[in-house]
């Protein structure tokens, strides 16, 4: 009796296709948990693909990542200084690997290094964005000076821009291009985060490199309804108001059933990101009323049952969530599904069954 996800294997692999067909340079994003669906899975996706180039967060993830894929692999994460020896160690041995270098002093150390004889390895370089999670500056002319003269001893794969979600990300593109231009650096290619197929294709249109863009959510989960995610049913209890339930003893808001149901916070039920509620007092209150209602045991969850979101009777536990079903709704069975919906880039499963045409399998 496990948290499972379904998964229709043939909805998602076309979903996948025509993501493809309509940005042929596509470089799939696989990374942390595989986006709920597991790096070697993911892995094994872009094989089926056929694209040349796969990225993955860490130098961690690579193994997986060559365990089904025999192409390119771009680590996302910036090389760092300590990290150079290693990095050319393995330059020559590793010709499919790619690092990024996000600071203009490792990518001077790497061009100290290629001017000695020396086998470095296959680069991207990020720039800066409004994300500012890392990259070299395209905003001081010394900065782009620098990068233009390093460049002329480091080969390089291209230049890489990890944009906002939200806001003028095509407008930050263009700008970086024109500041390059002006700086006479001629990128080989543009790699590009969280743009759409129209904002592709006008960089496409304005540059003679190929663009590539690299995505992970749009990929993987464009189209939702290919999974569903349930958790089993493991007991059954009747419930009546003002019952003692859980761990603290919370006293139940209402009479039906109590059903205990996989699935907890070792799954990632329940567990949220952090947001940004600074600039929106609906958000803000939301949020409060969230932290009431939670130590009121009137928290809703994510699962349902018959097309009804259940509450939680009690915390999460670790892996079984306890949750009231209403007395208007008939309870399930022990050995019944209640349908979970959950953050997929956090989660972890039991079990992955796919399902559909032309056979179905059970992947622990």
């Given at each position: ?19 493809l067909a309509e940005l042929p340079g596509i470089v799939p994003v696989v990374k942390g948990n595989g986006y709920g669906l ?327």
């Amino acid at each position: 009796m496990t948290f499972t996800l379904y998964l229709d294997e043939q909805s998602w692999n076309a979903q996948q296709d025509r993501l493809l067909a309509e940005l042929p340079g596509i470089v799939p994003v696989v990374k942390g948990n595989g986006y709920g669906l597991g790096r070697r899975r993911l892995a094994r996706q872009c094989r089926r693909l056929g694209v040349p180039c796969m990225a993955v967060g860490t130098p961690g993830e690579v193994h997986d990542a060559r365990a089904e894929y025999s192409g390119d692999v771009l680590i996302l994460q910036p090389l760092g200084r300590d990290r150079i020896p290693a990095a050319v160690a393995q330059a020559a041995d590793k010709p499919w690997l790619i690092r990024t270098v996000a600071h203009l002093e490792v990518l001077a150390r790497l061009a100290s290094l290629a001017a000695q004889g020396m086998t470095i390895p296959r680069v991207v370089i990020e720039l800066d964005t409004p994300v500012h999670r890392h990259g070299i500056s395209w905003n001081d002319a010394a900065d782009l000076r620098d990068l233009r003269d390093l460049l002329a001893h480091v080969p390089h794969e291209g230049i890489a821009l990890h944009l906002p979600i939200e806001g003028p990300r095509e407008a930050v593109a263009h700008e970086v291009l024109d500041r390059l231009t002006s700086a006479r650096i001629d990128p080989t290619a543009l790699w590009v985060s969280h743009l759409g197929k129209r904002e592709v294709q006008g960089l496409t249109a304005r540059v003679d490199v190929p663009v590539r863009p690299r995505i992970g959510t749009l990929l993987w989960h464009g189209d939702r309804s290919a999974w569903r995610v349930a958790g089993t049913v493991l007991d059954v209890h009747p419930l009546r108001r003002g019952a003692a339930v859980g761990y603290r003893g919370r006293k139940s808001p209402t009479t039906g059933s109590l059903i205990v149901v996989s699935g907890g916070t070792d799954h990632a039920v329940a567990l949220r990101g952090p947001t940004n509620n600074t600039g929106n007092w609906k958000r803000r209150l939301h949020a409060m009323a969230a932290g009431v209602a939670h130590g009121s045991g009137l928290t809703i969850s994510p699962f349902s049952w018959q097309g009804k979101r259940l509450h939680f009777a009690d915390v999460p536990h670790m892996q079984v969530s306890m949750l009231i079903v209403p007395e208007e709704l008939p309870p399930p069975r022990i050995g019944d599904e209640v349908e979970c919906q959950i953050r997929m880039t956090i989660a972890t499963f039991d079990e992955i069954c796919v399902v559909g045409p032309p056979s179905t399998e059970a992947v622990a």
